[in-house]
C-alpha cells in the first residue's frame, strides 16, 4: 500500500511534486503489478500537480465513497434524511377493498430495506385496507434516467459495483450493499403467491 502524506495547499506546486519527487513517483507506480493512475491537483485552483496515466479509464472502487459522502455532506448537511413515500389512489370499501393502485416512491434512500416495506403494509392496513384491486407500482422517477454512472460499462451493470443509480432500491441487508434484481412475476390466481 502507497502511503501518501496531506500536503496543505498553501504551499507552492514546485515543492509539493518537483521533477525529481516527479520521476520516482513513475518509477515506483510502474514497478508495481497494479494498475494505477493518479492525479495531484492543487484543491483551491485545481492546477495538476503531479499525474500518472491521468487519461486511463479505472474503476473507482470503494474510493468513491469518500467522495460521495464528502459531497453529500457538504451538499446536504449531516441532519438531512432521505424519505420514501406511499401514495393511493381509488377509495377503500367498507370491507376493507382498495380499487385503486399503491405507489411507492423513492427519493433516493440508499438504506431503504425489505423491513420497510413491512412497516408500509402496516400503515396501509391501519387504514383498513385488506384487499387491493389495482396495481402497486414502484417509483424510481425522482432522479434522471442518466441510470449508468460515467466509466461504468452496461456489462456490469448486474454487478453490485456497477448497480444503476435509482431512486428506489432496496438494499437486501444490513450492510446496504445494494445490487440489482430484476424480476418479473405475474399471479396466476388473486391471493396465492407464484412459485
Known amino acids: 500500500m502507497l502511503e501518501v502524506d496531506a500536503i496543505a495547499t498553501t504551499k507552492k506546486s514546485a515543492d509539493v511534486l518537483n521533477p525529481v519527487a516527479a520521476v520516482k513517483m513513475n518509477k515506483l ?56 413515500k406511499l401514495h393511493t389512489t381509488g377509495t377503500i370499501t367498507k370491507t376493507g377493498t382498495l380499487n385503486g393502485d399503491v405507489y411507492l416512491q423513492g427519493q433516493g434512500d440508499p438504506t431503504f430495506h425489505k423491513a420497510d416495506l413491512t412497516i408500509f403494509a402496516k400503515q396501509l392496513k391501519a387504514k383498513g385496507i385488506k384487499k387491493i384491486n389495482g396495481t402497486i407500482y414502484g417509483d424510481g422517477t425522482w432522479f434522471d434516467k442518466k441510470y449508468l454512472a460515467p466509466g461504468i460499462n452496461k456489462a456490469d451493470s448486474l454487478t453490485y459495483y456497477g448497480a444503476p443509480v435509482s431512486a428506489l432500491s432496496i438494499s437486501p441487508n444490513g450492510d446496504y450493499d445494494t445490487g440489482v434484481v430484476v424480476t418479473y412475476a405475474t399471479g396466476t390466481t388473486v391471493g396465492k403467491n407464484r412459485k
Open 29 to 84: 507506480l510502474k514497478s508495481t503489478n497494479v494498475q494505477t493512475a493518479v492525479s495531484v491537483r492543487d484543491a483551491k485552483t485545481g492546477k495538476i500537480l503531479y499525474s500518472y496515466n491521468p487519461t486511463k479509464m479505472m474503476s473507482t472502487a470503494s474510493n468513491m465513497k469518500l467522495l460521495t459522502a464528502a459531497a453529500s455532506l457538504k451538499t446536504l448537511g449531516e441532519n438531512y434524511r432521505f424519505t420514501t
